[in-house]
């Protein structure tokens, strides 16, 4: 049951996030666009309310509560740096705005920009952590928390790996080509589509 709702939560952040968007430019609605995207977090409290309720119920704890506070904690971590990305790429291609810039490319801004997104895991690591204890805690004596404690590591394990990564943007920055070509203004630029 919460492997489903967590489909169901990824698939209604997507469907959540695509009628926001298409209030708020293609009806030309920008409030009730809002309020559709505000709408979001609430997917994520009905996955913590009921993994909580499942715990508290008798289910013996294990993976799948693991993976519902690791995806919760990623939605907190990198979540609106989503919305925000697709805001702005929904603002240039559907309501007539300038196109977003894309993140730098070289040198000590684009280890800067990876090191913000970093930061993003280690909350998303965070708070999957918190939620993890909060459950281990709830759960009590009484049953086996080994599985809850082991997503602990999982998720430090993820932000140390996308930590090192950052770094070598740190270490190794890539340097500008002679001339400036493909930097953000050059039309021969290859635009970055992640977020």
Do not use: Q
Request: net charge positive; aromatic share 8%; with cysteine.
């Amino acid at each position: 049951m919460i492997v489903t709702l967590i489909v169901i939560c990824e698939v209604g952040f997507w469907v959540l996030l695509a009628a926001g968007l298409a209030a708020r430019y293609l009806l030309k609605m920008p409030r009730t666009g809002l309020a559709l995207l505000l709408c979001e977090p609430l997917l994520e409290i009905v996955l913590l309310v009921v993994t909580a309720i499942d715990l508290k119920n008798g289910a013996e704890p294990s993976w799948r509560h693991g993976l519902a506070a690791v995806y919760i904690g990623y939605t907190a971590g990198h979540g609106h740096r989503t919305v925000t990305w697709l805001d702005g790429h929904a603002a240039h291609r559907l309501g007539g705005r300038e196109r977003p810039a894309g993140p730098p490319r070289y040198g000590m801004a684009r280890a800067r920009h990876e090191g913000r997104i970093w930061l993003g895991s280690v909350v998303a690591a965070a708070v999957a952590s918190g939620l993890l204890l909060l459950a281990t805690w709830y759960v009590g004596d009484d049953g086996d928390t080994a599985s809850l404690t082991a997503w602990i590591v999982v998720a430090w394990r993820a932000a140390g790996i996308h930590g090192l990564i950052a770094l070598t943007y740190l270490i190794w920055p890539k340097k500008e080509p002679r001339g400036g070509a493909g930097t953000v203004g050059d039309e021969k630029r290859v635009p970055d589509r992640t977020p």
